[in-house]
């Protein structure tokens, strides 16, 4: 099974600071990436698919980036209103579809 | 508007079973692969299963394979996870999740999610 994993856990940013997540596949998925949002007691929300294509609505702050093993979200301008949990999740080829373990934000 | 509305979550015994449904709308449900996919309280998400939008074929992760068969009836626009053998790992809010679909082939990222139906395994 392909492991993803994300670093850092959490972090804690000001408003206005460019926040940078990564996860890494532990083998190549071509751009078969996903990134969500997941704020406190909410439904997760996709943000990105196929490593960098932005989900209809999302803010354009949100960026991402990578191929193969390696892949970053970017947060541009962090807002108050990023304050949630972001998730990676492999969908290459075959099952199963693992997400990263999840890295909490939070504003300083 | 697509909507996702899960049921059938509650309060089981070791060893017993649950079927939750999710009932969809807004689209046209039997052209989409659905996935249910859980996250045990306070933890991270876990993919579970997946089914094409035929019903042909169907995925599992290890931990639930055996022990859980993930269905669609199209007629009624649901889908279904029938869950045996519980255990107290189980114990999680399963939600169930659109598949993306593109150009007739479907990837298992999810674009829309229900709200979860809470599923706990205590004796």
């Known amino acids: ?108 | 508007e697509v909507q996702l509305l899960e049921s059938g979550g509650g309060l089981v015994q070791p060893g017993g079973s649950l079927r939750l449904s999710c009932a969809a709308s807004g689209f046209t449900f039997s052209n989409y692969a659905m996935s249910w996919v859980r996250q045990a309280p306070g933890k991270g998400l876990e993919w579970v299963s997946a089914i094409s939008g035929s019903g042909d074929s169907t995925y599992y992760a290890d931990s639930v394979k055996g022990r859980f068969t993930i269905s669609r009836d199209n007629s009624k626009n649901t889908l279904y996870l029938q869950m045996n053998s519980l255990r107290a790992e189980d114990t999680a809010v399963y939600y169930c999740a659109k598949d993306r679909c593109s150009g007739g082939r479907c990837y298992s990222f999810h674009d829309y999610w229900g709200q979860g139906t809470l599923v706990t395994v205590s004796s």
């Open chain 1, 1 to 108: 099974d392909i492991q993803m994993t994300q670093s850092p856990s959490s972090l804690s940013a000001s408003v206005g600071d460019r926040v940078t997540i990564t996860c890494r596949a532990s083998q190549g998925i071509r751009n078969y990436l996903a990134w969500y949002q997941q704020k406190p007691g909410k439904v997760p929300k996709l943000l990105i698919y196929a490593a960098s294509t932005l989900q209809s609505g999302v803010p354009s702050r949100f960026s991402g980036s990578g191929s193969g093993t390696d892949f970053t979200l970017t947060i541009s301008s962090l807002q108050p209103e990023d304050v949630a949990t972001y998730y990676c999740q492999n969908y290459n080829s075959a099952p199963p579809w693992t997400f990263g373990q999840g890295t909490e934000v939070e504003i300083k």
